[in-house]
């Protein structure tokens, strides 16, 4: 008997399939679940998405349009002054989220006290804490700027509203991830089952599957650090910085802009520090939408992410805005620092 076999594929099956694993479709795999928690992880994620291709869109124009650059002239929470992009994108990632069923609160770090969804928090129990712009001083020049998110479950009713609840360590994130919007959009994603990578296709406004299992080489020579500070630093620091100073293979890079550092430091390796200085003794980051969420990413890929004494998911925060020093990169960078810092 004659059997048909199927016609010779001119793409490769494999380059197709890769082409067609879009973000949500990726989490629902990833996740191997069709559970509704999973569907509905799928659908934060996809939300998430379209902040980032809206934000994203917006900076690709904004120096073509009115008032989408420079300061608000308001100051945050944080005594920072606020840029309009900010505010943009804060009230992107509210929209995206509104009569969603998914997400009740979200913490912003350009928000002093979380926002509520009242639509969504009888079925949606879950928070988006986020950093909507990160490096916006990069914003006016048009460099790399980021976005920040980590998905945390709603523990209790929350009945005071001062959203309690959040104030645990960094093993309570169930997602957390980066948008980092440079010469291409790419968003950065963990669910605690390794660390994705997903660049936005423009013609598709879809993001598409990059790479899986994305490792962080245990060495590498980046460091990463605003030197500036150096004399507002302990002894500690200083004397990291004089002996990387005195080493061959050491090459420094600071865009100022978290995301793209740290996503340099994921790829190939390095080390990110910004330790606390006299005048902030905790450093300048923020814990629940900054340094947990990135610590979460570095971690799953292998590598380290410490306050200097203690690993960063490790901490407890006291308020929703805290602040932590923070050492993160390749394992061994990040162990050479704190073979610096006395106990
Ligand atoms: P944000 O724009 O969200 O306030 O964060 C800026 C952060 C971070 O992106 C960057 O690494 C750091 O601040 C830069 O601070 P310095 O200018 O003090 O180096
Ligand atoms: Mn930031
Ligand atoms: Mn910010």
């Not at 001083?137 to 959040?166: H, K």
């Not at 003794?281 to 900054?290: H, T």
Request: aromatic residues 10%; proline residues 5%.
């Amino acid at each position: 008997m004659n059997t048909i076999s199927p016609p010779e594929l001119i793409i490769p099956e494999s380059n197709l399939d890769r082409d067609c694993t879009t973000l949500s479709r990726h989490v629902l795999q990833s996740l191997k679940s069709f559970s509704p928690d999973a569907y509905d992880l799928s659908a934060i994620m996809s939300r998430i998405a379209l902040a980032g291709k809206l934000i994203s869109r917006r900076l690709s124009r904004a120096g073509l349009m009115e008032d989408v650059l420079g300061f608000t002239g308001e100051t945050n929470i944080q005594g920072e002054s606020v840029k309009k992009m900010d505010t943009y994108a804060n009230e992107v990632f509210i929209s995206v989220f509104k009569q969603s069923g998914l997400v009740c609160r979200l913490a912003s770090e350009e928000m002093d006290k979380p926002y509520y969804i009242p639509e969504n928090c009888p079925i949606g129990r879950y928070t988006l804490l986020y950093d909507p712009i990160d490096g916006s001083s990069n914003v006016d020049i048009n460099l790399n700027v980021g976005s920040i998110f980590a998905i945390r479950q709603q523990e209790g009713e929350d009945l005071d509203g001062e959203a309690t609840d959040l104030l645990q360590n960094g093993s309570k994130q169930i997602a957390a991830g980066y948008i980092l919007y440079g010469p291409a959009t790419v968003l950065v994603y963990t669910m605690g089952n390794g660390v994705h990578s997903f660049f936005l296709d423009p013609s598709l406004g879809e993001f598409i599957l990059a790479q899986e299992n994305i490792k962080i080489p245990d060495h590498g020579s980046v460091y990463s650090v605003n030197e500036g500070n150096f004399w507002q630093w302990n002894d500690s620091f200083r004397n990291y910085i004089r002996y990387v100073h005195r080493q061959e293979g050491y090459t420094g890079r600071y865009s100022g802009a978290l995301v793209g550092d740290i996503h340099r430091i994921l790829m190939q390796g390095g080390v990110f520090l910004y330790p606390g200085t006299t005048d902030q003794p905790q450093g300048k980051l923020r814990l629940l939408y900054e340094t947990a969420p990135l610590a979460f990413i570095i971690e799953q890929a292998g590598g380290k992410a410490s306050d200097g004494i203690n690993p960063i998911l490790d901490i407890i925060p006291s308020k929703i805005h805290y602040r932590t020093p923070a050492i993160l990169g390749s394992k061994n960078e990040v162990e050479l620092v704190e073979s610096f810092i006395e106990k």
